[in-house]
């Protein structure tokens, strides 16, 4: 048994019978309409796609989010009384850089400090005055330049009594061979 006849094994025999022309040429139409309806179709999403990317200004790529604000955080708290004298003020900005604190007491004198060398964190230097009001105003940017500023305030404490000195001899006495040298506590 040959190849052939295991093709046609099933078949009846007699000639093989072709389909009409008609129907050969109907089924050609139907897939040319499909393929053209696809292709327009496709063609159509692309155009749509390009249409969007074009007014949005998207054009196939990613958007890119803008850096965050630079959120700021300022010690002691806006508004706090009874701040310790010991107590340093500190600045700390995340997503960003600090450009400039300004840290002063009500008389106008301002508070020395020291900025990180990542200009992230600026922290006072020295003790605060005792029942004295500070004023502290920040600017900052975040990674695209864009500036934040923020201020607060805070009230360190009033002691019930200041231990002052003096030495003695004091300021214009007149003093001898053996003086003593004393010292006077005000408390």
């Known amino acids: 048994m040959s190849l052939d006849d295991l093709r046609h094994a099933d078949a009846p025999p007699g000639p093989r019978r072709r389909p009409p022309l008609a129907l050969t040429l109907i089924v050609l139409v139907v897939l040319v309409v499909a393929g053209i309806g696809f292709a327009a179709w496709k063609l159509s999403g692309e155009t749509l796609r390009g249409a969007v990317a074009d007014v949005t200004g998207i054009r196939g790529t990613p958007a890119t989010q803008p850096p965050p604000p630079v959120r700021l955080s300022l010690s002691p708290a806006d508004g706090a ?5 010991s107590a340093r003020a500190k600045v700390t900005a ?22 990180s060398a990542d200009a992230r964190t600026w922290t006072s230097r020295g003790l605060l005055a005792p029942g004295t009001s500070y004023k502290v105003t920040v600017t900052a940017v975040n990674g695209a330049g864009i500036p934040a500023q923020r201020s607060s305030s805070f009230t360190t404490v009033t002691p019930k009594a200041v231990l002052r000195t003096a030495i003695m001899p004091l300021d214009g006495e007149t003093v001898g061979v053996g003086m003593p040298i004393a010292i006077w506590f005000s408390q």
């Open 81 to 85: 009384r009874g701040v310790a004298l």
């Open 94 to 115: 995340d997503d960003g850089e600090i450009r400039s604190v300004s840290v002063t007491a009500a008389n106008g004198k301002p508070l020395d400090g020291a900025l």
